[in-house]
């Protein structure tokens, strides 16, 4: 059984591993801010958060392109969409900077953008403004023009100047940066225990990158372990 955080959800999933999470959270769970797109990890449209624990349990988020990434690479972590950054009755400060700046036109490309900019206000890197645009840099929009999308991105850099290194979470959630529920996932994570399965008849996976491009259709109907999370194979 896969289990992990989606959004402010636990899901608890026999689902096979090797279908992608972009599909899971499109059509299992209906949350379809999320785009297919190129389905090739190019365009961004399908980007997604996840969230894992550190070595000190401290909570580390980067972006991935769901379009090629299994949904058995989601457990244990927290998954977050981009229904998973609304706040409750406003706007996000990462999406009215999109509104401010007026980065958005047929909007398809819009939750991409959203969620990586989000990722940057959720991570470790330097809040400066090429960092932010190395962030962006696998989003990409075909109709706005990506000046209004970089004043974006500029101007969540200048509301990031005094962020708090030491509380980020707290200090993103005064800011509206993200929804208070994220405070308690740290919590919710470290309750979540990883059951033993049968490794049994099973496809071995590394990153899968380049096989869910090129054999997508050969890994949907199976379930797959996934070596990348392994620590011994880091560093």
Not at 46 to 60: H, K
Not at 103 to 108: E, H, I, L, V, Y
Not at 212 to 217: G, L, M, T
């Amino acid at each position: 059984m896969i289990q992990f955080i989606l959004n402010n959800k636990i899901i608890k999933t026999t689902a096979n591993s090797g279908m992608t999470l972009l599909d899971f959270v499109r059509y299992e769970q209906r949350l379809t801010g999320t785009k297919i797109g190129c389905r090739e990890g190019d365009c961004g449209a399908c980007t997604l958060l996840v969230g894992t624990l550190d070595e000190n349990e401290d909570i580390a988020y980067h972006s991935i392109t769901s379009c090629i990434s299994p949904l058995g690479n989601a457990h244990g972590k927290h998954i977050v969409t981009v229904e998973g950054t609304n706040l409750k009755d406003k706007l996000t400060t990462v999406q009215n900077a999109m509104k401010d700046n007026y980065a958005t036109q047929c909007g398809f490309c819009t939750p991409g953008f959203v969620v990586s900019l989000t990722g940057f206000a959720l991570s470790n890197s330097e809040k400066k403004y090429d960092t932010a645009l190395d962030t962006i840099s696998g989003n990409i929009c075909r109709c706005t023009g990506y000046k209004s999308i970089e004043r974006a991105a500029h101007q969540v850099c200048e509301k990031l100047e005094f962020s708090n290194t030491k509380m980020p979470l707290t200090w993103l959630v005064k800011n509206n940066f993200i929804p208070d529920y994220f405070m308690d996932i740290p919590k919710q994570l470290k309750q979540l225990h990883a059951e033993n399965s049968s490794k049994k008849g099973i496809k071995i996976v590394s990153g899968g990158t380049d096989l869910y491009v090129q054999k997508a259709d050969d890994l949907i109907e199976h379930n797959v372990h996934l070596i990348s999370d392994n620590n011994a194979l880091k560093g």
